[in-house]
Nanobody
Framework: QVQLVESGGGLVQAGGSLRLSCAASGSIGSITFMRWYRQAPGKQRELVADLTSGGSTGYADSVKGRFAISRDNAKNTVYLQMNSLIPEDTAVYYC????????WGQGTQVTVSS
């Protein structure tokens, strides 16, 4: 089992930045993919960024050039650095890790005011 705890969400003005953290505990040796999703009110959950155990990254077109996913292996933590935030980035952000199984965090609210 893997437990994920997200933090770092909050209220920020457009143009600002936030860094989300996803701390993992448990049997993390099996993890091969780390992802951030988001879900805005009335919309489907969408993939924002992903990171493989080999270090490859991918981003949704809507966040490319503004968001960056990274990890700190020593802290078993994955980050999502979000810059140049816009109101359309407002959503609940979820961390997901997968390997033999898929695990989700509880979500953290990000609100961007105009």
């Amino acid at each position: 089992q893997v437990q994920l705890v997200e933090s770092g969400g909050g209220l920020v003005q457009a143009g600002g930045s936030l860094r989300l953290s996803c701390a993992a505990s448990g049997s993390i040796g099996s993890i091969t993919f780390m992802r951030w999703y988001r879900q805005a009110p009335g919309k489907q959950r969408e993939l924002v960024a992903d990171l493989t155990s080999g270090g490859s990254t991918g981003y949704a077109d809507s966040v490319k050039g503004r968001f960056a996913i990274s990890r700190d292996n020593a802290k078993n933590t994955v980050y999502l650095q979000m810059n140049s935030l816009i109101p359309e980035d407002t959503a609940v952000y979820y961390c997901q890790m997968s390997g033999w199984a898929t695990y989700w965090g509880q979500g953290t609210q990000v609100t961007v005011s105009s």
